[in-house]
């Protein structure tokens, strides 16, 4: 087994590869994070990097999507709904119009997976995208966020949820990166 390094996580841009790259469409807001991820001489498949990402989350991580849910379902937003999260995981195929959670495969090829959900009040696409290093060996992950509001309650729901945004995504990213290297 390789020795792991300490995983840096950088705050960078949308890939101009990436499918949410779309100049023409408006977006509300828009973040990236990148990592690199050291192959080993393995070949990851997106599919790895998308079960990744929905398994390799801090507890914590869990905990605020569950105080999400239970609040938002209040206002008829939608939730991650319920069931066995181990079955769940298990059956997910990473093909388009698979559903995770709250997270729901909008498109896909060999270097990204666009998931995300459409909903009242805002719609939002998250991208794993797998594009070139710097090092020929290795591959660079960046997770970006696409948000786009509806009304006044998309843009009120995400004044906090931003401020957590900021906090998770880097975490998230960070599981995902110490995962695939494994």
């Not at 960078?12 to 509300?28: E, K, V």
């Not at 181990?86 to 995770?100: A, E, I, P, R, S």
């Amino acid at each position: 087994m390789p020795a792991l390094t300490n995983t840096s996580i950088n705050k960078t841009s949308l890939p101009s590869a990436s499918i949410l790259h779309t100049p023409d469409q408006r977006s509300d807001y828009v973040d990236s994070y990148s990592s690199v991820i050291e192959q080993h001489g393995q070949n990851l498949a997106i599919d790895e990097v998308a079960k990744a990402f929905f398994t390799s989350g801090p507890e914590w991580v869990e905990s605020l999507f569950a105080l999400r849910n239970r609040i938002v379902g209040v206002f008829g937003l939608k939730t991650g709904g319920a069931g066995n999260r181990q079955q769940l995981h298990d059956n997910f195929t990473c093909n388009v119009g698979d559903k995770l959670g709250l997270f729901k495969v909008f498109a896909k090829n060999e270097q990204e997976v666009i998931l995300g959900e459409d909903d009242k009040h805002l719609n939002f696409r998250v991208s794993l995208f797998m594009g070139d290093s710097n090092n020929e060996h290795d591959k660079e992950l960046i997770i970006s966020t696409v948000v786009t509001f509806h009304n006044w309650l998309g843009r009120l729901y995400f004044l906090p949820v931003k401020q957590f945004h900021r906090m998770i995504v880097p975490a998230m990213l960070k599981g995902v990166v110490t995962q695939l290297q494994r």
